[in-house]
Nanobody
Framework: QVQLVESGGGLVQAGGSLRLSCGVSGRTIYNNAMGWFRQAPGKEREFVAAINWSGHDTDYLDSVKGRFTISRDNTKNTVYLQMSSLKPEDTANYYC?????????????????WGQGTQVTVSS
C-alpha cells in the first residue's frame, strides 16, 4: 500500500515562502513521476507541478512558473514544492500525487495515489 503524507503548509503573508514536503511509504518512488495539485474552496482540483522519475523534466501551472519549484530526493523517497512570492490566490489545500509511470502529466486521473493534503493560506 502506497501512502503519501504532505507537510509544510501553514499561514503566510503575501510575498512569503513555504516549502511543502511529500513523504512516500510502501514503495520506492525511484521510477515514478510525482505531482502536486491544489484545491481551493468551491473550486475544482487543479494541477500545480509535476516532476519525472529522474528529476530532469518538470511541468508547471502557468500562474506559478518562476515562483514554485518542484524537486525530489529519491534517497529519502520525498518530493518537495518550494513556493515563493506567494499570493492570496495560491490559498488552497495542496495534494501530493504518485503515478506508476515515470513521465510527467498534468492530468489528475493519471495519478494512482494521493495524500490527504496540507493547507496553505496566504494573507494579503
Amino acid at each position: 500500500q502506497v501512502q503519501l503524507v504532505e507537510s509544510g503548509g501553514g499561514l503566510v503573508q503575501a510575498g512569503g515562502s513555504l516549502r511543502l514536503s511529500c513523504g512516500v511509504s510502501g514503495r520506492t518512488i525511484y521510477n515514478n513521476a510525482m505531482g502536486w495539485f491544489r484545491q481551493a474552496p468551491g473550486k475544482e482540483r487543479e494541477f500545480v507541478a509535476a516532476i519525472n522519475w529522474s528529476g530532469h523534466d518538470t511541468d508547471y501551472l502557468d500562474s506559478v512558473k518562476g515562483r514554485f519549484t518542484i524537486s525530489r530526493d529519491n534517497t529519502k523517497n520525498t518530493v518537495y514544492l518550494q513556493m515563493s512570492s506567494l499570493k492570496p490566490e495560491d490559498t488552497a489545500n495542496y495534494y501530493c500525487a504518485f503515478r506508476y509511470s515515470g513521465e510527467v502529466t498534468v492530468t489528475s486521473s493519471d495519478y494512482q495515489y494521493w495524500g490527504q493534503g496540507t493547507q496553505v493560506t496566504v494573507s494579503s
